[in-house]
C-alpha cells in the first residue's frame, strides 16, 4: 500500500513553454503533499508544501509564479513549471502524506530537460 | 537549523560483507532522523526512523541505524550486502520531533555498489 505515482517518469520542452506534472496517490487520501527539486549529485531540496483545497506553500527562494502548485484532491496534486528555461532543468519529486502526517511516501520523480 | 551531512558520495562493497553508510547530523534539538532507500526508477522508500525510543533502530531488509549523541551520527549498517541493496540512500533530519515528519533536509545521498 501506500503508492504515489508521477506523470511523465521525464520530459523534453522547449524554452519558454509550460509543463506540467501530477502526483498522485493511488490507494490514500493525500491531506498533504510535498514538491522537491534535486539537482544532479545534490539533495532533494523543499519547494512547497501543499494542503487539499488550499494554497501551497512556498519554500524561501521558490518563485511561486513560476512553479505553479494545485492540490483540487485528496489523490492529485500537479505543479506547472511556467515558461521553462533551462536553469529548470531538473528532477521534481513529489511525496504525499494520509490523515495521519506520520510519513511521507514518495513518487518516482519526473525527469525535466529544458531545451 | 537543521542539516545533516553524509560523508561518502559512493560506497562498493561485495556481496556478504558488511554495509556501512555514514551520515552525521546538525540539530538545535532532538532531532527525528530517517534512512531512505532510492532504487532506479522507484520512489523514495522508507528505511527506518529514529523516534528517540531506542538508540538502536531495525528497519527493512536487515538494515539497522544506531543514533548516537555524542557523535551527531546516525551510520546505517547492514552484516551482509545482497546484490539487490545495490541503490542510493539518503540520510534526512526533520524539524519535528517524537518521530513524525515536519520538514524534511535530505544528505546529498550515498550511491551503494555489490559486487558479486
Known amino acids: 500500500g501506500a503508492v504515489v505515482s508521477q506523470h511523465p517518469s521525464w520530459v523534453i520542452c522547449k524554452s519558454g513553454t509550460s509543463v506540467k506534472i501530477e502526483c498522485r496517490s493511488l490507494?490514500?487520501?493525500?491531506?498533504?503533499m510535498f514538491w522537491y527539486r534535486q539537482f544532479p549529485k545534490q539533495s532533494l531540496m523543499l519547494m512547497a508544501t501543499?494542503?487539499?483545497?488550499?494554497?501551497?506553500?512556498?519554500e524561501q527562494g521558490v518563485e511561486k509564479d513560476k512553479f505553479l502548485i494545485n492540490h483540487a484532491s485528496l489523490t492529485l496534486s500537479t505543479l506547472t513549471v511556467t515558461s521553462a528555461h533551462p536553469e529548470d532543468s531538473s528532477f521534481y519529486i513529489c511525496?504525499?502524506?494520509?490523515?495521519?502526517?506520520?510519513?511521507?511516501?514518495f513518487g518516482p520523480g519526473t525527469r525535466l530537460t529544458v531545451l | 537549523a537543521q542539516s545533516v551531512t553524509q560523508l561518502d558520495s559512493h560506497v562498493s562493497v561485495s556481496e556478504g560483507t558488511p554495509v556501512l553508510l555514514r551520515c552525521n547530523y546538525s540539530?538545535?534539538?532532538?532531532?527525528?532522523l530517517f534512512w531512505y532507500v532510492q532504487h532506479p526508477n522507484k520512489g523514495l522508500q522508507l528505511l527506518l526512523k529514529?523516534?528517540?525510543?531506542?538508540?538502536l533502530v531495525k528497519g527493512i531488509n536487515g538494515f539497522e541505524a544506531e543514533f548516537k549523541k555524542s557523535e551527531t551520527s546516525f551510520h546505517l549498517t547492514k552484516p551482509s550486502a545482497h546484490m539487490s541493496d545495490a541503490a542510493e540512500y539518503f540520510c534526512?533530519?526533520?524539524?519535528?520531533?517524537?518521530?513524525?515528519?515536519?520538514?524534511?533536509?535530505f544528505g546529498k545521498g550515498t550511491k551503494l555498489s555489490v559486487k558479486p
Open positions: 534526512v533530519v526533520s524539524d519535528a520531533p517524537g518521530g513524525s515528519q515536519g520538514n524534511l533536509i
Open positions: 540539530s538545535s534539538y532532538s532531532p527525528s
Open positions: 511525496s504525499a502524506s494520509d490523515r495521519v502526517p506520520d510519513t511521507q511516501y
Open positions: 529514529y523516534t528517540s525510543a531506542a538508540t
Open positions: 501543499s494542503n487539499e483545497g488550499s494554497k501551497a506553500t512556498y
Open positions: 490507494d490514500f487520501q493525500a491531506t498533504t
